[in-house]
């Protein structure tokens, strides 16, 4: 590895004047203007990186001070000017993203511009005031109403291929409650390993498996690799992203009698590791019901007309690096728009989603251009866009599967929708809120006002 080259490079004589004698050493007080790591890297990393890059997460380092920042000061220049840190795979160009962690190109330039000066320190008296990061076992939104927790551990060995498991326990719920906040809580050590983990309840829930909206009972997509039922999606846990809270009055159901699935993908990572992770639910007060109901369901690209209603048989020939499918959802009663997440496999290559409004114009809502099936990012929207019943979401997926895909597998095979990772999917994950057609006109006529609606990108 040259990882050590990296920590080489830089004069370490420079170093120990900090050490001994901050403000001080010339380069601390970097008068010839080149950024510094305390008055302009700092805070970058703050707003963008340390989400992630803090001790005892599954990312590779800590970047939490000067000194641990320092040895990746080349690797950082790179992967934040590839725009490969903070992972962010979207044109950012279209739609406002809330979180949206994507560097600017200003701040791009001062990275390079740090690195290239020799990553000056500058005086500490610059820092701003550290973040109070959660400690990890506490719970981070309150003590929860209901935790449960996999019923056996997950056993990592020390090494191997990435693994894909799934695990069932009861939630014990005898009355339907309304999810106010979730957190996902792996086991200590298990962090370090966790790549990321799909959180389920399985239950029957008409709004989400309704035939007249997403799915139905026959849909072989609602059984996982294992037979188990998918269910619905409730949080996506990863590095950088271990729970979500909700807004006031909305929520999320979680019905009496439902199953929790972890279905994670874990990493080997040198040492046995195990893992037992717990998932925490704040509730609204009993018989409280939210206004506004969030569903995650997911929209196929397919071939045309592959199952009608369910689009989602792919064909992906041997060699091509641009397969495109598209699948087409009409709205049937009013929603606002959420977020949206692709899911695809190795040979994903970029989504879009699209809306089709009623009078026939067509707004792009989000381009992701880049896939890449490592990373399970949720675009959350700034501003979340409402549309009517009869709106079609369009979703356009593109695959590659020539040698030029470094994750290909197998570009003399082709390739069709599958469970396994060498077969493919092409799922625009969205999360919703079903309106009334009173909100529905709320939420218009304060767009009408500029107070409202809009994906925000115009
Ligand atoms: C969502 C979590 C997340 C965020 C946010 C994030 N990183 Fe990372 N980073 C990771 C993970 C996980 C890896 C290891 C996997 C990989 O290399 O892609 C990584 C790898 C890296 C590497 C390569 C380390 C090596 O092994 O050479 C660098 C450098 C890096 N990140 C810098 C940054 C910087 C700088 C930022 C902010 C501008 C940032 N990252 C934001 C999770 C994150």
Redesign the pocket.
Known sequence: MN?TLHAMTPAPILLLGFLAAPAASPAAAADDGAPTFSRDIAP??QR??L???RPGT????S?LTYEQARP?AR??K???ASR????WHIDRTIGVYEPD?S?SDEEIAT?SAWVDAGSPRGNPADLPAPIDFPDGDAWEYGEPDLVVEMQEDMVVPPEGPDLFVSFLAETGLTEDRYIRWIEVKPSKAGRRTVHHTMVYAIQDDADYVGEDFFERDDDPNRRDREGNPVGSLLIEY????TGDIYSENTGKLLMAGSVIRFSGHYHSVGEEIRDRQRIGFGFYPRGVVPRRRIVSTRLFAGLPGSTGWLNNELSIPPGADNVRHDGYRVLDRPIQLISFQAHMHYRGKAMELEAIHTDGRRELLTRIRNYDF??QIAYPYKNPPVFPAGTVLHVTSYHDNSENNPYNPDPTAWVGWGNRTIDDMAIGWTNFVFLSEQDYEQHTAAAATGAGAGAGGD
């Open positions: 990882r970058i990393l963008s990186c989400r992630c890059h599954a990312s590779p380092m970047l990746w690797s950082i790179r992967r934040v490969e840190m903070p992972p962690p560097l990275v990863a590095v950088g992203n490592n990373w």
